[in-house]
Nanobody, 124 residues
């Protein structure tokens, strides 16, 4: 069992930055690939970014490529999402998730454990 807890959300003006953190429990954190998803009101939860369990590769949705960076600290059992140049359309609840499949996946069904989410609001 893995438990995840996101933090770092908040209100920011367009063009600003936020860094989300996701702290994970469990001794096998280093062997999990992880992802960030987001869900805006009235919309489906969508993939944002993913990182391979080795930390050697990452993948991003086109909408955030070049602005967001995902990283993983296996010592702190934490995954981060650095978000720069934020836009109002980035407003959503952001969730981190763990997959036991070993790769980077963009579909919700590929992930086994989810955090409770953290709200990000970008004002124009």
């Amino acid at each position: 069992q893995v438990q995840l807890a996101e933090s770092g959300g908040g209100l920011v003006q367009a063009g600003g930055s936020l860094r989300l953190s996701c702290a994970a429990s469990g001794r096998t954190f280093s062997s999990y690939s992880m992802g960030w998803f987001r869900q805006a009101p009235g919309k489906e939860r969508e993939f944002v970014a993913g990182i391979h369990w080795t930390g050697s590769s990452t993948y991003y949705a086109d909408s955030v490529k070049g602005r967001f960076t995902i990283s993983k600290d296996n010592v702190k059992n934490t995954v981060y999402l650095q978000m720069n140049s934020l836009k109002p359309e980035d407003t959503a609840v952001y969730y981190c998730a763990v997959t036991r499949l070993g790769g980077i996946y963009t579909t919700r069904v590929s992930y086994d454990y989810w955090g409770q989410g953290t709200q990000v609001t970008v004002s124009s």
